[in-house]
Structure formats: structure tokens, C-alpha cells
């Protein structure tokens, strides 16, 4: 095996600090990016060489390696906390951005709209997760929140919460949302029978249940859509 040159022994053109202040981030490849954020390498490899290693242990995928737990990218020879924690906290910062919106909220109009907001923060998730969509009486998004985090096939939809942080916030309406971590968006009898409950206990208070989404990877199911919130 050949030793490892380092980055700074790397002519200036080459290095992926200095190629990022002269030709900006686009210009780097995704091994040059992480590089960037894992800061080091090790005694063998140098940042880019490990970045390299470490994407190919999530199949050449940002994604999939965004989704990945600390845990399992320290399970990885030289990524130790230190590293795993920086590139869990850019991952979350990407997801963050994905899903945030500008100062003056846009409405939502539609199931696909509520879906690109709250997508990427669903999408790649093990487990379930159910939020809520807290919208003013003109369409516009107040707030989001995550109600609970479930298992790998379950979580829990608290009817009393969701009413009464409604109230609080003065919302109009609410869109409930969930997802499906094995990628399947198709409602089970349980999401039918809970998006009716919840329902009917926002009626009472004259909250209106606009939609319940179940987000499954890229794709996504809405009740709205497919007529399900008339029963």
C-alpha cells in the first residue's frame, strides 16, 4: 500500500480549502466536501481518502449517508466522535434548510406544497415520527411541530395535545403528518381510524383537519387527495 500523501504537501490548486475560496463550493466533489468538514484524516489516509472511504460505506449516497447515526459512523475506523458529531450536525442543517421557510410563511395550497415543507425532514428517517402543521385562517403556516417518535412501524397520535397547542397558536386549521420508514405510503387501518378521530375533535372547537400526509421516502400519501377526509 502506497503511503498517503497529505493535503497540505498537495500543490495550492488541488487543496479542496483553497480550491473553495478561489472557484467556490460547487467546484469540489462530494470526498472534497466532507473533507472539508471531517477537518483531518488519519496516520493512513489523508481527509479526502477518508471522506472517499467513508461515502463508499453509504454507498456513494449523500443521503443516505445524511440519514446515518452517530453510532454507526463511529463504527467506521477513523471516524471517531469528534467527526461522526460534525457531519450529523451539517446533515441536520441541510435538512433544516430543506425544510425552512422564508419570514413571511407562504400559504399552503396543496397536499404537494405541506409535502415539500415537511418532507425532508421525514424522508430518510428509521422510525416514526408524527408532526403537526399549524396553519392561520388564511392558509399560512404558524408553526410545525413534532409531536412524538415512534418505532419502526408505529407512532403515537395524541388528540388532546394537538387540540390544545391548536388553541394555543389561535390556528384555523391543521394538517396531520406522519411517516412510513419502510417506504410504502399506503394508510393501515390505524391512520384511517385516527385521522378520523382527530377529525372530529378539531370540528368540535371548529378546527378544520385539512389533510393527513404519510411521508414515505420521496413519495407521500394524502387523505385529502385521495378523498379520505370525508367519512
Not at 41 to 48: D, K
Amino acid at each position: 500500500m502506497s503511503k498517503s500523501i497529505k493535503i497540505k504537501d498537495w500543490s495550492a490548486e488541488e487543496r479542496p480549502r483553497e480550491r473553495i475560496l478561489t472557484k467556490g463550493a460547487a467546484s469540489l466533489s462530494d470526498a472534497e466536501l466532507i473533507a472539508i468538514i471531517l477537518g483531518s484524516g488519519t496516520r493512513e489516509e489523508n481527509a479526502v481518502e477518508l471522506a472517499r472511504r467513508l461515502l463508499k460505506e453509504y454507498g456513494n449516497n449523500l443521503r443516505s449517508l445524511s440519514s446515518a447515526p452517530v453510532n454507526g459512523l463511529t463504527q467506521i475506523k477513523g471516524i471517531g466522535t469528534t467527526k461522526a458529531a460534525t457531519v450529523a450536525a451539517v446533515s441536520e442543517i441541510s435538512k433544516r434548510i430543506s425544510s425552512s421557510q422564508a419570514r413571511d410563511m407562504p400559504n399552503i395550497k396543496s397536499s404537494s406544497s405541506a409535502a415539500r415543507l415537511i418532507g425532508p425532514v421525514l424522508r430518510d428517517l428509521s422510525h416514526e415520527e408524527c408532526w403537526v402543521m399549524y396553519l392561520n385562517r388564511a392558509n399560512k403556516l404558524i408553526s410545525k411541530e413534532r409531536l412524538s417518535i415512534g418505532g419502526v412501524s408505529a407512532t403515537v397520535v395524541d388528540v388532546k395535545i394537538i387540540i390544545r397547542n391548536a388553541l394555543e397558536r389561535l390556528a384555523s386549521s391543521i394538517i396531520l403528518v406522519h411517516n412510513h420508514p419502510s417506504g410504502n405510503p399506503s394508510p393501515g387501518e390505524n391512520d384511517k381510524n385516527q385521522t378520523k378521530i382527530l377529525r372530529e375533535a378539531a370540528a368540535f372547537f371548529d378546527i378544520s383537519l385539512l389533510d393527513h400526509l404519510i411521508i414515505a421516502g420521496d413519495s407521500y400519501y394524502s387523505f385529502a387527495d385521495e378523498g379520505l377526509m370525508r367519512f
